[in-house]
């Protein structure tokens, strides 16, 4: 386990955000840099994980930080600064470059390796077939949704919020990170969250502080919440019976935010919990303090 602490935000401008971001960015930049401390995030440096890249010892003005498109977090640890790479599941093993800005405008380059990891695969057998091979007048509702998601993903509040994560409730988890999944043996896009079984109507809990960037139905995801938790790490619910906050609303580790269900392409009640970072979902067990949820009680 790597310990973090956040040490000054980024500048990112807000351009083409919605004024609701720009309120929450301006709500946020009154936490101050001690109450952002990060002691929580893993290194694995594979595709679906986190690779934590030295970018040197700690200054006054931080670095920005690209990969590609991608605005790359940093943070600090031991008076040593660290960028935080969220690597897309489709990602090549091998080198990968990051583009460095630092604080006296000077540009330099650093090569971080992804190493390859084997996920396995997972066949469900889906019985509403509309659900696997969407009709038309589906694929006009997927593809509008895509570009929201699209959107939700790449937004990131400047400072960061979270000190800690909790599982969002307690179950045995169902289906884990990255499988392989096939629906009615068509291959379609690999698992980018975890299943965690619960009954219908079981409470869903903010795993951490944060801000939720969207809610809404989704056609794929059912019932869903998107919490940014700053610097581009986010949580992401999905399938839900009942939805408790608005896009907007600033919630705490702990608090009630909906409950499991089954709404959208599912088999039964669980929550699929996914963890985004700098865009791209990541395995939720690396910015978790254990591998297993709590038993249920
Ligand atoms: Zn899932």
Redesign the pocket.
Do not use: Q
């Given at each position: 386990m790597n310990h973090y602490r956040l040490s000054s935000s980024s500048s990112r401008p807000l351009t083409g955000l919605t004024a609701l971001w720009l309120c929450a960015s301006l709500w946020l930049a009154g936490i101050t840099a001690a109450q952002a401390d990060n002691t929580f995030i893993e290194a694995s440096a594979v595709p679906g994980g986190i690779a934590i890249v030295e970018l040197g010892p700690a200054t006054d003005s931080q670095p920005s930080v690209r990969w590609g498109k991608r605005t790359i977090a940093v943070m600090e640890s031991a008076g040593q600064l660290q960028a935080l790479v969220g690597i897309p599941l489709s990602t090549e093993a091998g080198p990968q470059q990051l583009s460095i800005v630092d604080a006296d405008g000077s540009t330099r380059t650093l090569t971080f390796t992804v190493t390859p990891f084997q996920y396995e695969e997972q066949r469900l057998t889906i019985s509403n077939k509309r659900q696997v091979n969407p009709a038309p007048v589906d694929m006009d509702r997927i593809n509008a949704e895509n570009k929201r998601l699209k959107v939700v993903k790449s937004y990131r509040a400047e400072q960061l919020i979270a000190d800690s994560f909790d599982w969002p409730l307690a179950g045995p988890v169902s289906?884990p990170f990255g499988l392989k999944r096939f629906f009615n043996d068509q291959p379609r896009r690999p698992?980018g969250?975890?299943?965690i079984a619960a009954a219908e109507g079981t409470p869903i809990l903010a795993p951490a502080d944060g801000l939720v960037i969207d809610t809404g139905n989704y056609f794929f995801n059912g019932n869903s919440v998107f919490i940014e938790h700053g610097l581009g790490l986010q949580t992401f619910y999905?399938h839900m019976s009942r939805i408790d906050v608005q896009e907007g609303d600033r919630v705490s580790r702990g608090q009630l935010i909906g409950a499991v269900g089954q709404t959208g392409r599912v088999t039964g009640p669980h929550l699929?919990w996914s963890v985004g970072l700098n865009g791209t979902w990541v395995n939720p067990l690396l910015v978790l303090p254990s591998e297993a949820p709590p038993a249920v009680r």
């Open positions: 289906s698992h969250g975890i299943d999905a699929h």
